[in-house]
């Protein structure tokens, strides 16, 4: 993994730092915010009492053959406490609105000096609109950084889920600019589309009727 190329190992990385938790982000920090400790408790003993042994036993047997099976099978196990330090924790970062944060490592692979930028937007909602949005600028992106302003051979966008919060990304890896110069190259080309926006109601339409045609 730490020798693949940095748009590649990046995914890695925020992976890592968002955590995979099963609920989304911000609803999983507000009910930590309000749980006691007696609901808490309450969970727990719910959940134990349905740990429980269910044994099939299929094969030409005798009922009492099957039982002893069981019982010398049972016997055998061996239960171990739980020590707290051997139990591994997950983490996330509660990301404050209308705030940027980066991340940022040293490339271990000395052959490969590329930087690497990939701006997340998180989009609370079930992500249909920003779905259907990223796909009309996927194409503009390309060719606005890859072919026009030529930054790298490297240049995707698109959307997807993190740690069960959806987003909205733009990526680009460089071998001749510095991370922050693509990060401003990505954010004058989204207020340029924010000024001027380049696509009409018909264009959308035809990108919802495809994808809706794509999943029947």
């Known amino acids: 993994m730490l020798l693949n190329e940095p748009y590649v190992y990046s995914a890695y990385l925020i992976n890592e730092s968002l955590s995979t938790i099963s609920t989304s982000i911000p609803k999983g920090v507000e009910d930590m915010k309000t749980m006691t400790f007696e609901e808490f408790n309450e969970l727990k003993n719910r959940w134990l009492s349905n740990l429980d042994f269910i044994w099939l036993i299929c094969g030409h047997l005798t009922e009492n053959d099957a ?19 051997t139990v591994s924790s997950t983490r996330a970062i509660f990301l404050r609105d209308r705030t940027v944060y ?35 600028l996927k194409e503009k992106i390309f060719n606005q950084l890859r ?32 991370a922050d110069f693509l990060e401003h190259r990505i954010n004058s080309l989204l207020a340029s589309l924010k000024e001027k926006w380049p696509f009409t109601k018909k264009d959308i339409k035809k990108i919802v009727e495809a994808k809706v045609k794509a999943t029947l």
């Open 102 to 136: 980066t991340l940022r490592f040293v490339n271990p692979g000395k052959t490969q000096p590329n930087a690497y930028c990939k701006c997340l937007f998180q989009y609370d909602d079930d992500g249909t609109a920003v779905h259907v949005m990223m796909s009309l």
């Open 147 to 178: 072919t026009q302003e030529q930054l790298g051979y490297i240049v995707h966008s698109g959307f997807h889920e993190v740690a069960k919060v959806n987003h909205a990304f733009i990526g680009v890896q460089s071998s001749t600019k510095d």
């Open 67 to 85: 039982l002893e099976m069981v019982r010398r099978t049972e016997s055998s196990i061996k239960f171990n406490k739980i020590a707290f330090e």
